[in-house]
């Protein structure tokens, strides 16, 4: 009997890592069937379209001129009943995977180099966006001061319903039973102004050992699964939408011309243009595909276009009084020399009393970690001994704002 049950659990672990599951398309259906949501959801696209066309009509609009878009970010986990440390850190490092990401400065987006030869005319999309966890003027009932991050813990947040009014203007982050067999989902084109929210499975949320009930889980474990749905928050479609009989990029498929078309989901972890639908390489590297974690780094220019006009059409919906306006991060740091040899120097222009300091590995198993309180000086030496050559991550902490950084020890 015993022998059964374990062979039950194991087929049910490897049913669970075989393929990617997204609960969009289910939660399109209920906003739709809701006519209040439907219309709003309607009012929201028609902005999109204008903001789109401007986009379109002049490419310099791209490169904004104005400081790096600021997005304020709540995390929810209902079901704990008490704040954790351990939590509040997985919230942190899932944030800062979403940053790496949707700016391209994912250490595997360097494969593109190799792979983009299987793919003429596409490149890679970035949006100079800063994902922060919200530390001041929280919802009134948050049970959240100034200075505190905004991850909440047993609140019963929403109910398991979709969307709360009493968090509107954040980029509300639930983690939560998505569903059956469902990793997360997320409206396709989302209000924060009506407080909707994407959900991420307590299995696929952050990356690393995770926290006790909340551990990432191989294949889904290196935070991918909230850069997908988030894709679907900004007005991103599967990158596999399309039919292979369509004659317009523009206004069919995922209405992105610079993603080859494609009508099946691509599961697994298959190499760069071994995969081909409609008769062309499928991009299985794309976020919006249904890959592996690991086997997923980029989005396109064109898929970037997209993200930045929607932002554009719901960016007054988001709060601008629930961060600090520290500015320390973007100006004040500088990592001297890299790429080094293990030994490096934090260099600050100006002196801020505490802060911390946590280096991971590509497996987001930390290396170093320390804390600076009522610290006055400059520079601080880092020596990482014995520590393997390769790519490291290093993020850098301070009264709810976070940085991070690439660094190459040789």
């Known amino acids: 009997m015993k022998l059964k049950l374990l062979i039950a659990l194991l087929f049910v672990q490897l049913g669970y890592s075989q393929q990617r599951t997204c609960g969009m398309e289910q939660n399109m259906e209920r906003i739709m069937n809701d006519p209040i949501a439907r219309q ?16 379109e009509k002049n490419p310099n609009r791209l490169a904004s001129p104005n400081a790096t878009i600021i997005i304020p970010v709540a995390v929810h986990f209902p079901d704990v009943t008490a704040p954790t440390t351990c939590l509040r850190t997985l919230a942190q490092t899932q944030v800062d995977i979403l940053n790496l990401d949707y700016n391209a400065t994912n250490i595997d987006i360097s494969q593109w180099a190799s792979d983009s030869s299987n793919y003429p ?3 890679t999309g ?11 003027n929280h919802p009134f009932g948050s049970n959240l001061v100034d200075g505190d991050l905004a991850v909440t813990f047993g609140t019963n947040f929403l109910g398991g319903a979709d969307q709360d009014t009493n968090w509107s203007g954040y980029l509300n ?3 939560r039973n998505a569903g059956t067999n469902l990793l997360g989902y997320s409206p396709l084109g989302g209000s924060p102004g009506n407080g909707q929210t994407v959900v991420i499975s307590l299995n696929a949320f952050g990356k690393g050992a995770g926290c006790p009930g909340y551990v990432p889980r191989a294949p889904y474990n290196l935070g991918r699964t909230l850069t997908h749905e988030l894709g679907h928050f900004f007005n991103l479609n599967h990158t596999f939408s399309n039919s292979c009989t369509n004659t317009n990029c523009n206004t069919q498929g995922d209405r992105v011309c610079d993603t080859p078309p494609s009508n099946t989901a691509v599961y697994g972890c298959p190499g760069a243009g071994v995969t081909a639908t409609c008769n062309v390489s499928t991009l299985t590297m794309n976020y919006m595909d249904y890959t592996n974690d690991a086997c997923m780094y980029m989005f396109t220019a064109g898929q970037a276009t997209r ?7 719901i960016s007054n919906q988001f709060l601008t009084n629930v961060l600090s306006t520290n500015s320390f991060f973007t100006n004040n740091f500088s990592i001297v020399p890299n790429p080094n040899k293990g030994i490096f120097d934090i260099q600050l222009k100006s002196v801020l009393d505490d802060y911390s300091i946590v280096i991971y590995d590509t497996t987001g198993r930390t290396i170093f970690e320390k804390e600076y309180i009522n610290n006055s000086d400059l520079n601080q030496i880092i020596t990482l001994n014995d520590t393997m050559k390769g790519v490291y991550l290093i993020s850098i902490r301070s009264q709810g704002d976070c940085l991070t950084k690439k660094i190459i020890i040789e």
């Open 173 to 175: 982050l639930v983690c």
């Open 121 to 123: 005319n596409v490149n």
């Open 126 to 136: 970035s949006i100079d966006v800063r994902f922060v966890l919200a530390n001041r």
């Open 307 to 313: 993200m930045l006009a929607y932002y554009n059409a």
């Open 40 to 55: 709003n959801y309607l009012n929201i696209q028609a902005r999109f379209e204008i903001e789109l066309e401007k986009l």
